[in-house]
């Protein structure tokens, strides 16, 4: 990135200046994906910044008739909000490619990927990057086969949904087996995971910069939809107690995660690490909240930056990025 370029992106009312040239921006969120609901405060905290910058944005609730809601706003820019389903997995990213409206985030192809978690794991396995053993469901799996590979206990998802929606702990094949069922219910596609039983950690990026990394610290089984969204127990640390070195490994391993997928603009990169201390990627955020309860905005504080400033970062790195 040009030094020019990195200079406004630190600068907020530099920013605030360029983005005021950018005509009508659409800020798309809601849908009809499990994640609707935070999408729509997401979109609404994102819609607010915009328009406290001064910026021609307005809220565009996208569903079954984005074809038809866009040619009739016919957006100059769109800034994406949508978490999960269409609005992630690159579909409406190749939408917006194929009207030619400039979006926020990663292109298609990097979207796909990092929605997928089978694939993600089967890809980073490959390049050697640290993920826990896995393996792939069906109604035919041997439970108790899976549960001795795995080391006695999983974290069972579906491969294609967020917010920890759908995701149990299991301990047992019956749990297995059980955990497998709930999680059909939202994706074909389901996987069980070595238990990684330690810290877990999140890592934004906004641009080539990696921001301080966020300890999550909950009372609840995991880190699950109640923890992420609803409850104000759960704890996050940032500065996130690590040592210096630790923590610059922390960063690079989900700096390399992300750009494995060919991620741009921004991203969340959340990890575990065990009880040695070994760090384990878990999946790539290419959308990630922006609620009250988020983790991106909440490191983007610790850097320095506003929630404002953060918004205009993203969408202007959207100009300059594609």
């Known amino acids: 990135m040009k030094q020019v370029e990195q200079n406004i992106l630190n600068d907020k009312s530099a920013l605030a200046k360029k983005l005021s040239a950018m005509g009508r921006v659409a800020v798309l969120l809601g849908g009809d994906s499990a994640e609707r609901e935070v999408s729509l405060q997401s979109g609404a905290a994102i819609l607010a910044a915009l328009q406290n910058l001064s910026v021609d944005a307005f809220a565009m609730d996208i569903g ?3 074809i038809e809601a866009l040619k009739q706003e016919k957006p100059d820019h769109a800034f994406i909000a949508l978490h999960g389903g269409a609005g992630e997995d690159g579909r409406i990213q190749a939408l917006l490619g194929y009207m030619e409206i400039p979006y926020t985030g990663s292109a298609v192809n990097a979207s796909a990927h990092a929605m997928d978690k089978l694939r993600c794991k089967y890809l980073w396995r490959g390049m050697g990057l640290s993920t826990a053993d896995f393996c792939e469901l069906d109604s035919d799996s041997d439970w108790a086969e899976i549960m001795t590979r795995l080391g006695g206990s999983v974290m069972v998802k579906p ?16 749990e297995l087996q059980k955990a497998f069922v709930e999680a059909s219910k939202y994706d074909k596609c389901v996987i069980a995971e070595r238990l990684i039983r330690g810290a877990e950690f999140t890592v934004a990026v906004l641009s080539d910069e990696v921001l301080p990394a ?12 109640d923890a992420k969204y609803i409850s104000d127990e759960t704890r996050y640390l940032c500065p996130c107690g690590l040592p210096d070195e630790k923590e610059q490994e922390l ?29 384990y990627v878990l999946e790539v955020n290419t959308v990630p909240g922006m609620t009250s309860h988020s983790l991106v905005p909440m490191a983007a504080k610790a850097a320095g930056k506003d929630f404002e400033h953060l918004v205009a970062q993203v969408l202007y790195s959207s100009v300059i990025n594609h």
């Not at 391993?253 to 690490?273: E, Q, T, Y």
């Open 214 to 225: 966020i300890k999550l610290e909950t009372d609840n089984q995991f880190y699950d939809y």
């Open 64 to 66: 079954s008739n984005a």
């Open 159 to 174: 491969a294609s949904e967020g917010s920890s929606i759908g995701m149990a702990p299991a301990h047992s094949a019956e």
């Open 251 to 279: 960063k690079a391993l989900a700096k390399r995660a992300f750009d494995s997928l060919g991620c741009k603009d921004w991203g969340r990169v959340d990890v575990m690490a065990d009880e040695q201390g070994k760090f």
